[in-house]
Nanobody
């Protein structure tokens, strides 16, 4: 089992920044690819970004490319999501996820463990 706990969400004005963290425990963190997803009210959960176990490979949804950056610190068993130039459409609950079956998974079904989510609200 892997336990994931997100933090860093909050309320920010459009154009602002937030950094989310996701702390993992329970298994060897460096064995897992990590991802971030988000779910806005009334919408399905959508992929945001993912990072390979080593941190050398990343991928982003087109909607966040150039604004969001995923990174990881395997020594701290933590993955980060730096979000810049936030817009109201970025408002959602953000979830981190861990998976070890795929190199850099980009769909929900490819992940094995999920955090409880952290709310990000961007005001206009």
């Amino acid at each position: 089992q892997v336990q994931l706990v997100e933090s860093g969400g909050g309320l920010v004005q459009a154009g602002g920044s937030l950094r989310l963290s996701c702390a993992a425990s329970g298994r060897t963190f460096s064995n897992y690819a990590m991802g971030w997803f988000r779910q806005a009210p009334g919408k399905e959960r959508e992929f945001v970004t993912a990072i390979s176990w080593s941190g050398r490979s990343t991928t982003y949804a087109d909607s966040v490319k150039g604004r969001f950056t995923i990174s990881r610190d395997n020594a701290k068993s933590t993955v980060y999501l730096q979000m810049n130039s936030l817009q109201p459409e970025d408002t959602a609950v953000y979830y981190c996820a861990a998976g070890r079956r795929y190199f850099r998974p980009s769909t929900s079904s490819e992940y094995d463990y999920w955090g409880q989510g952290t709310q990000v609200t961007v005001s206009s």
